[in-house]
């Protein structure tokens, strides 16, 4: 039972603590237990990513990859938005260690 609670306390990062950058136009923030906050260029989304105990650490729902946020909500998101979406989202989840399955 201690080394299930020192292991998910070791997952636990701080906001301030985690890299957000991805590239030049993206930023990934947290907010939240299970959710994100995909920022690309003047788009934004939120990504649903449940969080686990044990390996992998979280879970993301790729079906959540829906549709931009306001005042974009109307702008149609293809499967190669949604690929490239979800490809710098994993960028993200890698250059911060935190280990991650895809469910389709």
Same mark, same amino acid.
């Given at each position: 039972?201690?080394?299930?609670?020192?292991?998910?306390?070791?997952?636990?990062?701080?906001?301030?603590?985690?890299?957000?950058? =991805?590239?030049?136009?993206?930023?990934?923030?947290?907010?939240?237990? &299970? @959710? +994100? %906050?995909?920022? !690309?260029?003047?788009?934004?989304?939120?990504?649903?990513?449940?969080?686990?105990?044990?390996?992998?650490?979280?879970?993301?729902? =790729?079906?959540?990859?829906?549709?931009?946020?306001?005042?974009?909500? &109307? @702008? +149609? %998101?293809?499967? !190669?938005?949604?690929?490239?979406?979800?490809?710098?989202?994993?960028?993200?989840?890698?250059?911060?260690?935190?280990?991650?399955?895809?469910?389709?």
């Amino acid at each position: 039972m201690l080394e299930n609670i020192k292991s998910l306390l070791g997952r636990i990062r701080l906001p301030d603590l985690l890299k957000t950058r =991805i590239d030049n136009s993206t930023n990934v923030y947290k907010r939240g237990r &299970d @959710e +994100y %906050l995909y920022k !690309e260029g003047n788009h934004s989304l939120m990504i649903y990513a449940e969080l686990l105990t044990g390996n992998p650490d979280i879970d993301i729902d =790729i079906s959540s990859i829906r549709k931009w946020l306001p005042p974009h909500q &109307d @702008e +149609y %998101l293809s499967q !190669e938005d949604k690929n490239r979406i979800l490809k710098k989202f994993c960028a993200y989840l890698d250059l911060n260690g935190v280990s991650y399955r895809v469910t389709w």
